[in-house]
């Protein structure tokens, strides 16, 4: 998937993104890779937490946009610079819901199961 979501940021509070989901360039490669979560369109807007399965208190998140995929819409969260590991997803509600591991120089793809 080369249309990818744009930024991964941080604060201490959840809402709803309403950027339009452009292009992104996955800088994957040695120690860094990207995951690609699927997601349905009812979470269109929705911002997904991530972090290392070690450190739960360091949470990113980006938000869930409609992407273009070889002339069909898919709905994905992208996560475009990872350090290989295994991390945790979260739930709105803060609960874990999703391992994920990622290596080194690879895009991994995982379904959001919400």
Same mark, same amino acid.
């Given at each position: 998937?080369? !249309?990818?979501? !744009?930024?991964?940021? !941080?604060?201490?509070?959840?809402?709803?993104?309403t950027a339009d989901g452009?292009?992104?360039v996955l800088d994957v490669g040695g120690d860094v890779g990207a995951l690609v979560l699927r997601t349905s369109a009812s979470s269109v807007g929705?911002?997904?937490?991530i972090s290392p399965i070690e450190e739960?208190?360091?949470?990113?998140?980006?938000?869930?946009?409609?992407?273009?995929?070889?002339?069909?819409?898919?709905? !994905?969260?992208?996560?475009?610079?990872?350090?290989w590991g295994t991390y945790q997803l979260w739930s709105p509600a803060g609960d874990p819901v999703l391992?994920?591991?990622i290596p080194g120089g690879r895009v991994v793809e995982a379904t959001w199961p919400l």
């Open positions: 998937m080369t !249309a990818a979501e !744009a930024t991964a940021h !941080a604060h201490p509070h959840p809402h709803r993104h452009g292009p992104v929705h911002e997904i937490e739960p208190q360091h949470r990113q998140h980006v938000a869930v946009h409609p992407r273009d995929l070889e002339g069909q819409t898919v709905y !994905a969260a992208v996560y475009p610079e990872l350090v391992e994920v591991s």
